[in-house]
């Protein structure tokens, strides 16, 4: 009975090597040709690990005036038989032309070793680090960092806007070069006047200034482009184009408030200013409204192209831009920002 179930299998695995012969076949195939595949890709690889130890894997030297080589794996192996360490062929050549003056010094092969001549060498444009020399974390500045996309161009926007902070940007007093109407100069004093809190004598504004004196007035009342300057009560700046309208020139004893900039110099008093020109001379304004010339139908029309950014809640001062420079043969791009309503 025994037997009879060994027959039965052999007959089932004899049907199933029949019946799949030809996957095994394939199967086999294919599995020689990776071993084959391998095996030579083995060897290949050991050969030139062995030959780029040390370069070309042989040594060149002379003797008898014959060149000879020595293959690299064959050197390696008597050395290892007399218990040294290999070295590489320069330092093996140098050290057998030491012992055998007839020997040629062999010259390393740079090119082949991957070492670069000396005139092949070139300097590496060395990293800029971002190193502001000021605080930069104002809301704008920092917003304008965040969005520069070069290191570069990050450290410029640093290095502007630490400049200004340090007023060294732009000069800060522009020298006026134009004659003042007149004949009066910058600084001309022009005394004490009175005033009045009802109506100034200076209408064209007033600004404290901490270091108020005769110098910081005028060029205030100059930035702002007024002719006078009124210095009044210690550390108010007054500015104008008229003044004398609450009475005559007053005594330098109505004026005795001591600058703040200046302890030297006084600055006014309650009500009372001292008036100095700016430099500024009197501007006559013209009238020039817009008007329209015909043109027939040969002459050219010019285009301009209008560029218009609207920030905030402007649209009436925009519609009456618009009525103003409107043609129909011009071209208006119109920004909106997108917090504006």
């Known amino acids: 009975m025994a037997a009879s179930r060994v027959d039965s299998r052999g007959s089932r695995t004899g049907r199933l090597?029949?019946?799949?012969?030809?996957?095994?076949?394939?199967?086999?195939?294919?599995?020689?040709?990776?071993?084959?595949?391998?095996?030579?890709?083995?060897?290949?690889?050991?050969?030139?690990?062995?030959?780029?130890?040390?370069?070309?894997?042989?040594?060149?030297?002379?003797?008898?005036n014959e060149e000879h080589t020595i293959p690299l794996k064959l050197r390696s192996v008597d050395s290892n038989q007399q218990g040294h360490i290999p070295q590489p062929p320069v330092a093996a050549a140098a050290?057998?032309?030491?012992?055998?003056?007839?020997?040629?010094?062999?010259?390393?092969?740079?090119?082949?070793?991957?070492?670069p001549k000396p005139d092949q060498v070139k300097d590496e444009p060395q990293q800029i680090k971002f190193s502001p020399t000021c605080d930069v974390t104002a809301?704008?500045?920092?917003?304008?960092?965040?969005?520069?996309?070069?290191?570069?161009?990050?450290?410029?926007?640093a290095d502007v806007f630490c400049e200004q902070q340090a007023g060294r940007l732009?000069?800060?007093?522009?020298?006026?070069?134009?004659?003042?109407?007149?004949?009066?100069?910058?600084?001309?004093?022009?005394g004490c006047y009175r005033d009045n809190s009802a109506h100034r004598?200076?209408?064209?504004?007033?600004?404290?200034?901490?270091?108020?004196s005769p110098q910081e007035c005028i060029d205030h009342c100059f930035r702002s482009?007024?002719?006078?300057?009124?210095?009044?009560?210690?550390?108010e700046c007054w500015c104008g184009n008229q003044y004398g309208q609450h009475g005559p020139r007053l005594?330098?004893?109505?004026?005795?408030?001591v600058c703040p900039g200046n302890g030297s110099q006084a600055c006014g008093a309650y009500l009372s200013n001292r008036i100095f020109g700016t430099g500024v001379h009197e501007v006559t304004?013209?009238?020039?409204?817009?008007?329209?010339?015909?043109?027939?139908?040969?002459?050219?029309?010019?285009?301009?192209?209008?560029?218009?950014?609207?920030?905030?809640?402007?649209?009436?001062?925009?519609?009456?831009?618009?009525?103003?420079i409107y043609s129909p043969d011009h071209f208006y791009y119109i920004h909106v920002d997108k917090v504006s309503s």
Request: glycine residues 8%.
């Open 95 to 115: 050290a057998a032309a030491d012992d055998n003056p007839a020997l040629i010094h062999v010259q390393p092969d740079e090119e082949a070793a991957g070492i």
């Open 201 to 212: 004598d200076l209408d064209g504004g007033m600004e404290e200034l901490a270091n108020n």
């Open 17 to 64: 090597c029949v019946r799949y012969r030809k996957f095994f076949i394939a199967a086999g195939v294919t599995l020689g040709l990776q071993l084959f595949l391998c095996h030579s890709f083995l060897r290949i690889n050991l050969r030139a690990g062995d030959s780029d130890i040390y370069g070309s894997g042989k040594v060149p030297f002379s003797k008898d």
């Open 285 to 324: 304004r013209e009238e020039a409204p817009l008007k329209h010339r015909t043109l027939n139908g040969t002459e050219p029309r010019v285009k301009i192209v209008f560029v218009l950014t609207v920030n905030g809640r402007a649209i009436r001062q925009v519609a009456r831009l618009l009525r103003v």
């Open 139 to 157: 809301k704008d500045v920092a917003s304008a960092i965040r969005r520069a996309k070069t290191t570069e161009c990050k450290q410029e926007i």
């Open 251 to 257: 005594e330098e004893a109505h004026c005795h408030s």
């Open 170 to 190: 732009y000069d800060l007093h522009l020298p006026n070069f134009c004659p003042n109407k007149g004949g009066t100069i910058q600084g001309h004093y022009y």
């Open 225 to 235: 482009g007024m002719k006078y300057a009124g210095l009044q009560f210690t550390k």
